[in-house]
Nanobody, 119 residues
């Protein structure tokens, strides 16, 4: 069983930065890939960024490209999202997810961490 725990959310002002972390645990944790998503009440979960667990590629939503950076530490089983130049529209509940069984399908999710950006 895989467990994902996000942290690092908070209340910041527009233009500020935050770094989200996702700690993964579970026997022989070795996902195919991991990603960050966000979701507002009443809306569908929205893709933010992703990467293959063992690879150099990174993928971003157009709305965050150039401002957010996804990274991972394989030794620590950790995923990160550095968020710079935050905007009020970045306000959301941020989740990390893991692709374990097959690429492109997220099998596990964390509980989410709230990011609120004031104008």
């Amino acid at each position: 069983q895989v467990r994902l725990v996000e942290s690092g959310g908070g209340l910041v002002q527009a233009g500020d930065s935050l770094r989200l972390s996702c700690a993964a645990s579970g026997r022989a944790f070795s996902p195919i890939g991991m990603g960050w998503f966000r979701q507002d009440p009443g809306k569908e979960r929205e893709f933010v960024a992703s990467l293959p667990w063992r690879g150099e590629d990174t993928y971003y939503a157009t709305s965050v490209k150039g401002r957010f950076t996804i990274s991972r530490d394989i030794a620590k089983n950790a995923l990160y999202l550095q968020m710079n130049k935050l905007k009020p529209e970045d306000t959301s509940l941020y989740y990390c997810g893991a692709q374990v069984a097959r690429a492109g399908h997220y099998d596990y999710w964390g509980q989410g961490t709230q990011v609120t950006v004031s104008s």
